[in-house]
């Protein structure tokens, strides 16, 4: 094809878009709504991942090594004698009673090497050992003025109550459970206190807006392309006559394909900017409305190009290919034919 | 047309050897419209033409004439190459459209200009685009466009309404512009169907005239016509058809 005919039916490409104006607000205001929706997916799964990382970063797991207090207090805590209400009741055990056999963790170098052996369990990122002394004194600091009497009075009676231990940081919530069992399987570790629950709550909501909203953007984006067709096909016979012309005077198939196919892509680079500037509208406002609550929220600079870009991409390719698959269906049929209209 | 010239594709005539035993291959002294025993069935069964054999020279001027069912429409229809013949060969400006590809249709058509009844003007566009459309369809530069353009439309008369809309314009201003658009890439062949069928009988008159001043100029013109009268009064050739074949082939205008 010569430039100049190149150069000619771009500009009826650009005309026709205003030429069949009626038409042209129908395909992009479509359009427009599958975009936008696409966008509300996307910034929504982006958001939510944003979440889910936050909270991730927060996923501690709190691990007490199987050391002698942990057999007087802890939860399974030995009691020497089952009639003795006292120890059942309190799960505290007399501290010379209990044997060093009883227990894993003898000193604070066993405990740093059950540190050493989580350090290699896959998922798990830092381990920060804390030591039973360190234990009682941020504990001494979190809890209540008069409660702090209570740690004293256990002091006094048997030393220091707390047990050595490690704060885990995981790397995700993914394999969760299979991350805790290998903590609680190893050597030393006494018991393991997590939020479990929670973990799998955040894990599965994730999946399931990831799904919901890859299947979102995957429907719209074929809605779209069938729009651009249709729009395209109403457009063609609607405007058989000038085809039936160009075919007459003897225009060449991808003569007449070409002014349809820059038209769709117009069409669908129009809606495109459109559907960037309403998103970013929403979002500014749904970003205003929830900041009170909810402040974790992308700035959509940080997405408005990768939106630019999609939105550009669906409606270039819709536009492109609804409207070259459109004008060659109807070419190929009635290609030769301009008398009969 | 240098997209004419395609030695080694049987389907283009040579313009210098005769092969009287070939039936696709003519010079160009020879016809510029052949039928060689045209036949055509459409797949509803209607037997449009039947062995039909007719011989059209560059230069002269044929009414078609026939009733409704006469098998007109499909004498054109393989002219212009929308319909293919099942049997026989048609040969037009040079090419055998028998045996043509479908993608060398637009070339074939870039020979002829084709005039329509109903006249067939985009109504978005103004006469001068209208017209200067089938330029750009040929990759015309736009200069040569604007010249010639202002030039075919100042020869029908409608140099002064090149910017009115064909809505603004009579029936037969309108033809004038399909006029000017058929004749604008200088065919060999002017293809009028029915021309004077939308426009009142002094416009009829006025259209023929002007098709015979084009003739005169050398362009081969086949005009289908209801109009008796006015096959009566310019004195051309007339081909009668009835039932799909030709039952009359007279040189002096008469029916």
Request: with cysteine; hydrophobic share 45%; aromatic share 6%.
């Amino acid at each position: 094809m010569k430039i100049q005919s190149v150069k000619y039916l771009t500009r009826e490409g650009f005309r026709n878009v205003w030429v069949n104006r009626l038409m042209s607000i129908a395909s992009i205001g479509v359009l427009v709504a599958c975009m936008v929706l696409i966008g509300m997916a996307l910034l929504i799964t982006k958001n939510v991942d944003r979440t889910m990382q936050t909270l991730e970063q927060q996923n501690v797991v709190m691990v007490y090594f199987n050391d002698k207090n942990s057999v007087i207090y802890g939860e399974n805590a030995v009691a020497p004698n089952a009639s003795d209400a006292t120890a059942s009741d309190g799960g505290a055990t007399e501290t010379n009673d209990i044997p060093e056999s009883a227990y894993l963790v003898h000193n604070e170098q066993e405990a740093l090497a059950v540190c050493e052996n989580l350090k290699k369990i896959a998922n798990v990122t830092s381990v920060e050992f804390i030591s039973s002394d360190e234990a009682l004194k941020r504990a001494k600091e979190t809890v209540l003025e008069g409660q702090a009497a209570a740690f004293e009075i256990l002091e006094e009676e048997n030393g220091n109550p707390m047990s050595h231990g490690a704060k885990i940081t995981l790397q995700s919530m993914e394999n969760f459970d299979a991350t805790i069992s290998a903590i609680s399987a190893t050597s030393g570790v006494d018991s393991v206190v997590s939020h479990g629950d929670l973990a799998k709550k955040i894990s599965g909501i994730k999946s399931a807006i990831n799904l919901i909203c890859f299947w979102i953007i995957g429907i719209l984006g074929i809605i779209s392309l069938v729009i651009v067709s249709n729009t395209i096909r109403v457009t063609m016979y609607n405007r058989k006559l000038e085809i039936s012309i160009m075919k007459a005077v003897g225009a060449t198939d991808s003569f007449v394909r070409l002014p349809f196919i820059i038209e769709g892509m117009l069409l669908g680079v129009i809606s495109a900017l459109i559907s960037e500037g309403l998103i970013y509208f929403c979002y500014r406002v749904a970003g205003e409305t929830m900041s009170e609550t909810f402040n974790t929220l992308i700035p959509f600079s940080e997405e408005a190009l990768l939106l630019l870009g999609i939105f550009l991409a669906i409606g270039i390719f819709a536009g492109a290919v609804g409207s070259a698959f459109m004008i060659s269906k109807y070419l190929k049929k009635e290609g030769s034919e301009f008398k009969a209209l | 047309m240098d997209n004419q010239v395609f030695p080694n594709d049987d389907f283009i005539l040579t313009p210098d050897t005769v092969f009287p035993e070939d039936k696709h291959i003519v010079t160009p002294e020879k016809p510029i419209i052949e039928f060689r025993g045209v036949s055509k069935t459409y797949q509803t069964g209607t037997h449009a033409l039947k062995d039909v054999n007719i011989q059209i020279h560059p230069g002269e001027f044929v009414f078609v004439v026939g009733a409704s069912g006469a098998g007109k429409s499909t004498f054109m229809k393989l002219i212009m190459r929308e319909e293919k013949a099942n049997t026989g060969d048609v040969l037009v400006n040079g090419y055998n459209l028998t045996k043509m590809p479908r993608k060398q249709i637009p070339m074939l058509r870039r020979t002829m200009g084709i005039v329509f009844q109903d006249f067939r003007l985009i109504p978005t566009m103004d006469v001068f685009d209208n017209v200067a459309f089938a330029m750009h369809v040929v990759g015309e530069k736009p200069n040569v466009i604007r010249r010639e353009v202002a030039k075919a439309l100042s020869q029908v008369g409608l140099g002064h309404k090149a910017r009115s809309k064909p809505a603004e314009l009579s029936g037969g201003e309108q033809q004038r512009v399909g006029l000017a658009r058929a004749l604008i890439n200088k065919p060999k062949l002017l293809i009028a169907d029915e021309p004077t069928g939308n426009v009142d009988p002094n416009m009829s008159y006025e259209i023929v005239e002007m098709l015979s001043r084009i003739n005169q100029q050398g362009t081969t013109v086949l005009m289908v016509t209801h109009e008796h009268n006015l096959v009566r009064d310019f004195h051309h050739r007339v081909i009668m058809l009835e039932g799909g074949t030709i039952v009359a082939d007279n040189a002096e205008g008469t029916i």
